[in-house]
T-cell receptor, first 116, second 114 residues
């Protein structure tokens, strides 16, 4: 199988604090990991692409200083929402790709962030 | 400008019948298309994909059809089962090697009634 986990599954924080979300590929090495954001009743929006050992590539309109991404190893990527505000409340989903010509991505279960 | 559109936000079908979910795209550079299924509060699950060199790909009860000239693809589920009830996302890529850099549609909520 190809299992991707996220931790925590749900987090509530106060405005102004920072929150770290972990994404782990449990049984494979992920060359590339992706971070998505989903607003209620809306589609997934790709935020950034991260490759192990290099800086993440952010999509247009995503603040890199706001959403810090670290892909420390082939099995772990973290997303830190810095100085969170209520408008950052959302469902954050990561995915991981093994790499290669058929680069199917496997999604994590998502993290529900609520900023009070 | 939304490049991938799923114009039907919801679809309801009877168990055993065919479910047809539609997706339109505007970017002619897209050459790889995927369908995902998503339950509430979970991440999407990959269902089936199709490359632009094909017009049909079948996997069990799921078949994806691609009409490049119309920039349209559809997902057929036959026969539909109550467990198929979920949100279905269509996604498109400009490069098959980068399956993660997908542009997603807004999703269609499928309800299969017993």
């Amino acid at each position: 199988g190809a299992v991707v986990s996220q931790h925590p599954s749900r987090v509530i924080c106060k405005s102004g604090t920072s929150v770290k979300i972990e994404c782990r590929s449990l049984d494979f090495q992920a060359t590339t990991m992706f971070w998505y954001r989903q607003f209620p009743k809306q589609s997934l929006m790709l935020m950034a692409t991260s490759n192990e050992g290099s800086k993440a590539t952010y999509e247009q309109g995503v603040e890199k200083d706001k959403f810090l991404i670290n892909h420390a190893s082939l099995t772990l990527s973290t997303l830190t929402v810095t100085s969170a505000h209520p408008e950052d409340s959302s469902f954050y989903i990561c995915s991981a790709a093994k790499g290669g010509a058929t680069d199917t991505q496997y999604f994590g279960p998502g993290t529900r962030l609520t900023v009070l | 400008d939304q490049q991938v559109k799923q114009n039907s936000p919801s679809l309801s079908v009877q168990e055993g019948r065919i479910s047809i979910l539609n997706c339109d795209y505007t970017n002619s550079m897209f050459d790889y298309f995927l369908w995902y299924k998503k339950y509430p509060a979970e991440g999407p699950t990959f269902l089936i994909s199709i490359s632009s060199i094909k017009d049909k790909n079948e996997d069990g009860r799921f078949t994806v059809f691609l009409n490049k000239s119309a920039k349209h693809l559809s997902l057929h589920i036959v026969p539909s089962q109550p467990g198929d009830s979920a949100v279905y996302f269509c996604a498109a890529n400009v490069d098959e090697l980068w399956a993660g850099k997908s542009t997603f549609g807004d999703g269609t909520t499928l309800t299969v009634k017993p």
